[in-house]
């Protein structure tokens, strides 16, 4: 089975969900590594010890920014002249987009989200998540090649094998550009959202700490963002002890706590991490369907009925605003920290 793996990088950077997808292609047969972008002779070293048998690397300057129909007219180039049966994405939001307009350039399906996959003879059956993560459906796709987008974390991460070397095959860039990137800001250094194996994160219970008293010269809205906010700096102290990361409810971003970035749930990012501290969050469908598949799920909450605690496996019933604090002594403690 001809089997192509894009792997997505930022600069240079890998994304760790692409050495995932690797290592479901190696259970394919051969994996050839697609790689994008300007600068990237060190990353293509890296995809060989992580399992890559061979690359098809597009290096040039027009790439050193990703540019959604610029990424796709390469792909389109490269498939239809090497030719492939499978074509498999990391989950990323520019993997995601560049499976949509694949499937569209080639004239196939694209099977989004999965979790599983099963080969029978040269068709692969895709067991991905549906109705917010509450069943699991097995799907098809008819015509080839099949593109598939891989749910992060689903899949473990082959160990690297140093020193593993192969061929490099150049590619030509791809052609019409519709847009021109005039600047970015990145954010700041952390351990990321979705690649983070402890998370924890907060809800509208933020925000319901009557002890703090906010700045007089504050209005009620800006009072209740500026607890909100002491209270998920409490959680980036947590967080930062255990080595993981902060989330958030969609409800504490539509209020203004904290930014969009950190929303986990259907609209917003999908973990797996192996422990997940949900405090003061309720358990809305939306935010269950973005982090359901975690390993393991810790409520905090002062409402024994709250929803959340039905998913849970171990489950706190009290003021988040003590308990926090008092669990962050004691992980320092626990971790000699």
């Known amino acids: 089975m001809n089997t192509l793996v894009y792997i997505d990088n930022f600069k240079g950077e890998a994304l760790p969900a692409s050495w995932e997808a690797v290592g479901v292609g190696k ?3 051969e994996v050839t590594g697609l790689i994008f972008g300007s600068g990237l002779e060190a990353l293509a070293k890296t995809a060989f010890e992580y399992g890559v048998d ?9 790439l050193a920014d990703y540019r959604a129909e610029v990424y796709a007219t390469t792909l389109k180039q ?3 002249d090497q030719g492939c049966d499978v074509l498999l994405f990391p989950s990323t939001s520019r993997g995601r987009e560049l499976a949509a307009m694949a499937a569209i350039d080639l004239n196939t399906g694209v099977l989004v989200d999965a979790v599983a996959l099963e080969a029978n003879g040269d068709k692969l059956t895709v067991t991905r998540p549906i109705y917010s993560g509450k069943v699991l459906e097995k799907v098809t796709c008819s015509l080839k090649p099949q593109i598939i987008t891989l749910r992060g974390r689903a899949f473990p991460k082959p160990a690297p094998q140093p020193g593993k070397t192969g061929p490099v095959k150049k590619v030509a860039a791809g052609s019409g550009a519709l ?3 005039d600047g970015y800001t990145t954010s700041e250094g952390g351990v990321s959202l979705t690649d983070a194996n402890i998370i924890v994160s907060g809800g509208r219970g933020m925000a319901e700490n009557p002890t703090l008293q906010p700045p007089a010269d504050l209005d009620a809205k800006q009072a209740e963002i500026w607890r909100a906010q002491q209270g998920f700096a409490m959680l980036k102290e947590m967080a930062d002890v255990l080595g993981g ?3 958030a409810s969609r409800a504490a971003v539509d209020a203004g706590y904290v930014p969009y970035a950190m929303q986990v749930g259907q609209t917003g990012k999908l973990v797996s991490p192996n422990v997940y501290i949900a405090c003061g969050i309720s358990g809305a469908i939306q935010h269950l369907a973005g982090m359901r598949s975690s390993k393991m799920i810790v409520a905090i909450n002062k409402d024994a009925e709250a929803p959340i605690f039905k998913l849970a496996r171990y489950g706190v019933v009290g003021d988040l605003h003590q308990i926090i604090p008092a669990l962050t002594v004691a992980f320092k403690k626990g971790l000699g920290k």
């Open 27 to 29: 259970t394919l047969g």
């Open 54 to 62: 061979e690359i098809l690397l597009a290096d040039d300057v027009s």
């Open 78 to 80: 490269v498939c239809a």
């Open 179 to 181: 847009t021109t990137v």
């Open 245 to 247: 990361a902060v989330g």
